[in-house]
């Protein structure tokens, strides 16, 4: 890649983790990184653009790191595979989820390449997911129904709290006695546990038919 190109995508990259995609101009972006305007459209065209691909370089890497936990060695059957994987995704979430969260609050303040990346999300890391549920179900590991259904179960009890939470965060808007009770939500080790219970939930028991 261009050094030019790289060094607007690292310097935009650590303006939307501060601030988001909303608070990322053009204009700022180009003094941030020593560059100038006429080198931006060159490499970019628009910002509209370069967002799109600043977001794929962002996340790119992430998808990486799950399919690579995913197909890492011989698990012994669906559901521990599917269990490695959204420990490693929580983990992903704790770390990123200033980005994270600025990205979810972004789409809903009307940023196109925000939106359009949520969009596009179900073909990626929750498509892997999803995979591992039906294959679970099919070894009989995990209960019977919809496996949207129980994917929808278990992200909102494991790693919605986390995103959550973080905004709240984020927005300044929570009082202070909301403290204790946002220690509980946005925190990875408490979503592991969360984790741990929904899976335990969600078995099979012993006899029931498939």
Same mark, same amino acid.
């Given at each position: 890649?261009? &050094?030019? !190109?790289?060094?607007?995508?690292?310097t @935009?990259?650590?303006?939307?983790?501060?601030?988001?995609?909303?608070?990322?101009?053009?204009?700022?972006?180009?003094a941030?990184?020593?560059?100038?305007?006429?080198?931006f /459209?060159? +490499?970019? @065209?628009?910002?509209?653009?370069?967002?799109?691909?600043? /977001?794929?370089?962002w996340y790119a890497?992430?998808?990486?790191?799950?399919?690579? /936990?995913?197909?890492?060695?011989?698990? $012994?059957d669906?559901?521990t595979?599917?269990?490695?994987?959204?420990?490693?995704?929580?983990?992903l979430?704790?770390?990123? #989820?200033g980005f994270?969260? +600025?990205l979810?609050?972004d789409?809903?303040?009307?940023?196109?390449?925000?939106?359009?990346f949520?969009?596009?999300?179900?073909?990626? +890391? &929750?498509? %892997?997911?999803?995979?591992?549920v039906?294959?679970?179900q099919?070894e009989?590991?995990?209960?019977?129904g919809?496996?949207?259904?129980?994917?929808?179960?278990?992200?909102?009890?494991?790693?919605?709290?986390?995103?959550?939470?973080?905004? @709240?965060?984020?927005?300044?808007?929570? $009082? *202070?006695? =909301?403290?204790?009770? %946002? =220690?509980?939500?946005?925190? &990875?080790?408490?979503?592991?546990?969360?984790? /741990?219970?929904?899976? !335990?939930?969600?078995? #099979?028991?012993?006899? *029931?038919?498939?």
């Amino acid at each position: 890649m261009h &050094p030019t !190109r790289q060094k607007l995508l690292d310097t @935009g990259l650590a303006i939307a983790t501060d601030k988001g995609l909303r608070g990322l101009t053009v204009r700022e972006l180009a003094a941030a990184a020593g560059v100038n305007l006429s080198s931006f /459209v060159y +490499h970019f @065209g628009n910002r509209d653009a370069f967002i799109d691909e600043l /977001v794929e370089l962002w996340y790119a890497p992430l998808f990486d790191e799950l399919k690579a /936990v995913a197909t890492r060695g011989a698990y $012994p059957d669906a559901l521990t595979q599917f269990e490695a994987t959204m420990q490693a995704l929580i983990a992903l979430v704790g770390r990123q #989820r200033g980005f994270i969260n +600025h990205l979810f609050g972004d789409a809903l303040a009307g940023e196109g390449a925000a939106q359009r990346f949520l969009l596009s999300l179900p073909r990626r +890391h &929750p498509l %892997l997911l999803l995979e591992q549920v039906q294959r679970a179900q099919a070894e009989g590991s995990l209960v019977a129904g919809n496996p949207v259904q129980l994917m929808i179960f278990i992200m909102g009890a494991v790693g919605l709290p986390l995103v959550i939470a973080g905004g @709240g965060r984020q927005l300044g808007w929570l $009082p *202070e006695q =909301a403290a204790p009770f %946002l =220690a509980h939500i946005d925190n &990875p080790e408490a979503a592991q546990q969360r984790l /741990v219970w929904a899976l !335990r939930g969600l078995r #099979r028991p012993q006899g *029931e038919p498939l």
